[in-house]
């Protein structure tokens, strides 16, 4: 194994947003949790293929029904986040859609800057 991507549909019910005025037309409302991605360092191709096999996934069950089900993370500055941010258009067109991207208060955890984000589905 080089790496997984553990995603599930749940509520949002993260502090963040309900606590943010961004936030809160999406609390305790439905939303896909990114919860982890992790790829082996040794295999480069590894994420993005995990990426690309959620993309499909997302697409198949939520977006081709007409569901426009938006997604939740918890990103760090050093990894998830500056990944999000280079690869979100890419995402977009492969998927056929637009994101609009919702960030609520950042905050740390030990080292790291959090930024929880919500990423809502468009059509085009």
Same mark, same amino acid.
């Given at each position: #194994? *080089? &790496?997984?991507?553990?995603?599930?549909? &749940?509520?949002? +019910? +993260?502090?963040?947003? $309900?606590?943010?005025?961004?936030?809160?037309?999406?609390? %305790?409302?439905?939303? !896909?949790?990114?919860? +982890?991605?992790?790829? %082996? =360092?040794?295999?480069?191709?590894?994420?993005?293929?995990? !990426?690309?096999?959620? *993309?499909?996934?997302?697409?198949?069950?939520?977006?081709?029904?007409?569901?426009? !089900?938006?997604?939740? #993370?918890?990103? =760090? $500055?050093q990894t998830s986040y500056r990944i999000l941010k280079r690869q979100l258009e890419a995402v977009s067109?492969?998927?056929? !859609? $637009?994101?609009?991207?919702?960030?609520?208060?950042?905050?740390? $955890?030990?080292? +790291?800057? #959090?930024?929880?984000?919500?990423?809502?589905? #468009?059509? =085009?």
């Open positions: #194994m *080089t &790496g997984y991507l553990l995603a599930y549909e &749940g509520v949002l +019910d +993260d502090l963040n947003a $309900e606590q943010s005025a961004l936030g809160k037309a999406f609390f %305790d409302k439905p939303v !896909i949790y990114l919860a +982890d991605l992790a790829s %082996d =360092r040794k295999s480069q191709l590894a994420g993005g293929k995990l !990426i690309q096999g959620f *993309t499909e996934l997302y697409k198949q069950n939520y977006l081709e029904k007409g569901i426009y !089900i938006p997604l939740f #993370m918890q990103a =760090r $500055e067109k492969a998927l056929g !859609i $637009e994101f609009n991207m919702v960030e609520l208060p950042s905050y740390s $955890e030990g080292n +790291d800057s #959090m930024h929880p984000v919500i990423l809502v589905p #468009m059509k =085009r």
